[in-house]
């Protein structure tokens, strides 16, 4: 693509509070937030909700947007590509998660606990953004 390519990516809470991450060769081998590119005619909420359930076999609510961020040419992706990253927080209802071919594995895990995974750069510079207990409410980021 000769085009910067926009992505949406949801930060999903269940019903514990919980965010899903999910490990995926694409970004290194490295958990990040599910999502993916926004078809033309596509509104972008309406591809978050495709998105996620393609991948994760999820139904979310409660979307609010919550972040913005290019990626150009990050080392990290395994194509060189330039993204718009335009991300969401939502809720689910569910726990079971069905993962599709993009993603090898997943877990449920609390904000506190992002140090304890290989995340890639962008996904762990927005959790902590969410995760800052000096916030005061939702925000949304730039280049966080």
């Not at 693509?1 to 999910?22: H, Q, R, S, W």
């Not at 290194?28 to 978050?48: F, N, Q, S, T, W």
Request: charged share 35%.
């Amino acid at each position: 693509m000769k085009y910067p390519e926009p992505t949406v990516g949801a930060v999903i809470f269940n019903p514990d509070n919980k965010i899903l991450l999910c490990k995926t060769h694409k970004w290194d081998g490295k958990y990040v937030i599910p999502g993916g590119h926004i078809e033309l005619g596509e509104e972008m909420e309406d591809a978050l909700r495709r998105e996620i359930l393609e991948e994760t076999g999820l139904e979310i609510y409660d979307i609010k947007l919550i972040g913005l961020k290019e990626s150009i040419y990050s080392d990290t992706f395994h194509e060189k590509k330039h993204f718009i990253f335009i991300d969401y927080v939502c809720k689910t209802d569910s726990y079971e998660v069905r993962l599709n071919e993009e993603a090898q594995e997943y877990k449920w895990i609390d904000l506190s606990e992002i140090n304890n995974y290989r995340l890639e750069g962008f996904t762990k510079a927005l959790l902590e953004k969410i995760g800052d207990k000096n916030s005061d409410g939702v925000k949304i980021f730039y280049n966080y």
